[in-house]
Each structure stands twice: as structure tokens, then as C-alpha cells.
Nanobody, 119 residues
Framework: QVQLVESGGGLVQPGGSLRLSCTASGSIFSINAMGWYRQAPGKQRELVAVIGSGGRMNSADSVKGRFAISRDNAKNTWYLQMNSLKPEDTAVYCC?????????????WGQGTQVTVSS
């Protein structure tokens, strides 16, 4: 079965940087989109960034210029480089993928990783 495994969360001071990674494994025909969501306690889930199969990228206005998404297709891995972190970036970050399993597309989620930005 498809699994997404995340790493890279932690505690960082304002202005610092973190890089999150997510690797998908399983019987995957193709990954059509890879991305990251985040959710802070009591707040709505927010799409942070996404990269499509053709390499097109999009990101939330709140992170543009600070966060960058990238991928390594050969490893079924994607990353979220987070720079100039702010306290309001504190959230649980979850990776996701839209995966083709041969019969159609399905959405899979990672377990989530906590990012805390605090002095």
C-alpha cells in the first residue's frame, strides 16, 4: 500500500530555516502532484505549495518568496524549503500526493510533522 513518510520538522527561531521532506513508497504508477498543507490549532487547513507532474509550481501568498517546493522524481521525494520563518508559520505540516495506481488517481497523506517557530 502507498505510504508517505515525512521528516524535517522541529523547533526553530524566527528568521531561521527548515527543510521538510516526503517520500512516497508502494506500487505507484505515477505521482501526478506533490505538495504540502499545514494546519495550526483552531485554524483551517491551508495549502502551502504544490508541484505538478509537469513541474509547474504554486504556493500560498503567505509563503511566496520564503518557501520553495522541489522534487526528485527518481526517488519519489519532494521537499519544502522554508526560509525566513515566522511565528505564524507554526503548524503541523502534512505532505500529500495525488497518485495514479493504474485504475485512477488517489490522494495520500503523510502523518504530519510539527514545525514550531518561536524565540
Amino acid at each position: 500500500q502507498v505510504q508517505l513518510v515525512e521528516s524535517g520538522g522541529g523547533l526553530v527561531q524566527p528568521g531561521g530555516s527548515l527543510r521538510l521532506s516526503c517520500t512516497a513508497s508502494g506500487s505507484i504508477f505515477s505521482i501526478n502532484a506533490m505538495g504540502w498543507y499545514r494546519q495550526a490549532p483552531g485554524k483551517q487547513r491551508e495549502l502551502v505549495a504544490v508541484i505538478g507532474s509537469g513541474g509547474r509550481m504554486n504556493s500560498a501568498d503567505s509563503v511566496k518568496g520564503r518557501f520553495a517546493i522541489s522534487r526528485d522524481n527518481a526517488k519519489n521525494t519532494w521537499y519544502l524549503q522554508m526560509n525566513s520563518l515566522k511565528p505564524e508559520d507554526t503548524a503541523v505540516y502534512c505532505c500529500y500526493a495525488r497518485v495514479n495506481l493504474g485504475r485512477g488517481d488517489y490522494i495520500y497523506w503523510g502523518q504530519g510533522t510539527q514545525v514550531t517557530v518561536s524565540s
